[in-house]
């Protein structure tokens, strides 16, 4: 006799929770904060370390022979010439990297429509605009929980940031969202919660 299919897992069987709002842009920049592991791609990098020493050594020639006809002597030559070689250098490599900051997140579109969650038995239905993802309970990875908002990242989708203005000052809806969300960690892949906040 072949055995019944499993059930999915319910964290709970009746009521549904919702949030909606709107995504700003230093949120979406938290979130791409949050999930990448670097701001700064190896590309940049690499030229900022091979155009760096190229600076100092140019500076330093510069300045050796703006200094010979000056009368200074052989060790202030070398030791001026030397300080400005480095921090050209180092001033180069600062500015190099700050230009080749990520400043775009990528997900611009997240900010034109409002952003709707529904905690169902099922999983997490999230709506934006026109568009609907669901996603099982099954999926989740993380619960990520900070002062200001609750990342959620899942297998097979993309992380999703939760602000807690989104709750206003309904401290008990946004205590029974998060608990919620830990609840369905239990049929997660990582059973994850990180950043628990004191109750």
Same mark, same amino acid.
């Given at each position: ?31 791409? !904060?949050?999930?990448?592991?670097? !701001? ?23 300045? *050796? +022979? ?9 060790? %202030? ?21 700050? %230009? ?7 997900? =611009? ?24 993802? *669901?996603?099982? %309970? ?5 619960? *990520? ?11 097979? =989708? ?7 203005? %989104? ?15 830990? +609840?369905?960690? +239990? ?9 628990? *906040?004191?109750?």
């Amino acid at each position: 006799m072949p055995s019944p299919a499993p059930t999915p897992f319910r964290p709970y069987t009746d009521e549904t929770l919702s949030i909606s709002g709107a995504p700003s842009d230093r949120d979406m920049k938290r979130l791409v !904060n949050q999930t990448r592991s670097s !701001n700064i791609g190896p590309t940049a990098l690499y030229y900022a370390g091979v155009t760096a020493p190229v600076i100092s050594a140019g500076m330093g020639f510069v300045t *050796r +022979q703006a200094l010979v006809g000056t009368g200074l002597t052989d060790y %202030w030559i070398l030791l001026t010439s030397s300080l400005l070689a480095a921090m050209a250098g180092v001033s180069w490599y600062l500015i190099f990297m700050r %230009w080749s900051y990520r400043h775009h997140h990528g997900r =611009a579109s997240e900010l034109d429509s409002e952003t709707s969650i529904d905690l169902t038995p099922e999983g997490l239905h999230i709506r934006r605009g026109d568009v609907e993802t *669901r996603i099982a %309970w099954r999926a989740l990875r993380s619960v *990520r929980e900070s002062r200001r908002d609750t990342l959620i990242t899942f297998r097979g =989708a993309d992380p999703l940031l939760v602000p807690d203005k %989104w709750f206003g000052r309904d401290r008990q809806a946004a205590k029974a969202f998060r608990a919620r969300l830990r +609840q369905g960690l +239990q049929d997660g892949e990582k059973k994850e919660t990180t950043g628990r *906040r004191r109750q």
